[in-house]
Every structure is written in C-alpha cells, then in structure tokens.
C-alpha cells in the first residue's frame, strides 16, 4: 500500500489565490522531503528539500517566497503556491526517505494544480 | 553539479521482445545510487531497479536488468519478455551518496504493442 499520501490530487484555483498541498509518510518518520515539479511530458525537477524543524533548501531558480514550504513534524511537509499564476500549472510531487542512504524513494501520487 | 541524460526520447517494442534504454550521467563523486523509474498513465512513481555504484554487478529484478558501467558513466536499462503493462515513461536517476536527493533524466517513453 501507499507509504507517502499526498493530498490533495487535483485542484483548480483562481489566479491570485494560495492552494497548499500536504504530502504525509504514512508508516514512518521523514525528516526530509522533497518537492518535484513535473511539466507534461517533461522530466522531474527537484524543487526544494524540506527539513523537519528547519527551513528547506530551495533548488537554484525556485522562488521561496512563491513555494513556502513548512515541514512541522516528521511526519506532514506541506507546499503552498502563492498567489498562484496560469504558469504555476503543473504536476507537483513528493518524496520521501524511509531510512537514509540511497534507500529508494516513495513517492505521492502527485497532485495536479490548474490555475484559472 | 551532476546530470543524467537519456537520448532516447521515445522507444517501442513487441510484446515478448527485449528493449534496453540508455541512461548516462555525469558526475565527479565515487559513491553514489542510480535508478531506474517507472511512471505510467497514473502518473505514479515505481521503482523498477536500484543499482550501488561501489558494487561490480549488475542488478536484476525479474525482468528487469541494468548494464552499469561506471568507468563510461552508462547504465542501461534491458527489459526482457516486455509486456503491455510496461507501457510508460522511464526515468533515470541518479543519487549522490548519504543524500536522498534523486536527479532525474529528461526520460523515455516506452510503447509495448502486441
């Protein structure tokens, strides 16, 4: 079953407005997560590392202060687009780490933002 | 900085048939953690394949085999006996060491026809 739920998997906001989006390890504790970024048909792209208890560490060209990102326990990272734009349109996806080291990944099932 | 490139945009095979994608990458670590995922319509991600870099053998899983060649930066992915639920976009990976922080190849799309 899934290990990271991601919630939620679709929305539709209004230009202007902030949309959050929660990824939550279900049966373990993450200190880190990351937020991906997908395009239609383009690779992923790592847009910041969420750190539970400190700030996250954000991927050259993403902008902080339009994707906050909070990480309040080890086990919920939220992302929060604001004031969202048409071009903030993606596939937004998380990960998690249940052990560290290379341990593969588990990933969310993504949440598909459309901004009107 | 390190990057991953899969020239193959897209690929497509008969079912039963064997198929290898092609993954490079460049990086100036000594350890670190290659990938191969899978992401089919649903848009989920599913490890298909995760290969160590200090070891010399190659990985399998089921169907799935890499050929890893560290000194040629290469790490190709053959899937044998392909079937139709293989149907999705491949992606390459790579993961420096004592970090959790995956990068990604551009992809391939694979189209397995019966």
């Known amino acids: 079953g899934a290990v990271v739920s991601q919630h939620p998997s679709r929305v539709i906001c209004k230009s202007g407005t902030s949309v959050k989006i929660e990824c939550r390890s279900l049966?373990?504790?993450?200190?880190?997560m990351f937020w991906y970024r997908q395009f239609p048909k383009q690779s992923l792209m790592l847009m910041a590392t969420?750190?539970?208890?400190?700030?996250?560490?954000?991927e050259q060209g993403v902008e902080k202060d339009k994707f906050l990102i909070n990480h309040a326990s080890l086990t919920l990272s939220t992302l929060t687009v604001t004031s969202a734009h048409p071009e903030d349109s993606s596939f937004y996806i998380c990960?998690?780490?249940?052990?560290?080291?290379?341990?593969?990944?588990?990933f969310g099932n993504g949440t598909r933002l459309t901004v009107t | 900085a390190q990057t991953v490139t899969q020239s193959q945009p897209e690929m497509s095979v008969q079912e039963a048939e064997t198929v290898t994608l092609s993954c490079t990458y460049d990086?100036?670590?000594?350890?670190?953690?290659l990938f191969w995922y899978k992401q089919p319509p649903s848009r989920q991600m599913i490890l298909v394949i995760r290969?160590?870099?200090?070891?010399?053998q190659n990985a399998t899983e089921n169907r799935f085999s890499v050929n890893f060649q560290k000194a040629a930066k290469s790490f190709s992915l053959k899937i044998s006996d392909s079937q139709l639920g293989d149907t999705a976009m491949y992606f390459c990976?790579?993961?420096?060491?004592?970090?959790?922080?995956?990068?990604f190849g551009t992809g391939t799309r694979l189209q397995v026809f019966p």
């Open positions: 990960s998690a780490a249940r052990d560290r080291g290379g341990t593969p990944l588990h």
């Open positions: 969420s750190n539970e208890g400190s700030k996250a560490t954000y």
């Open positions: 990976a790579f993961m420096k060491f004592n970090t959790d922080k995956l990068i």
């Open positions: 990086t100036s670590e000594n350890n670190y953690y």
């Open positions: 290969q160590e870099a200090y070891k010399q």
């Open positions: 049966d373990f504790q993450a200190t880190t």
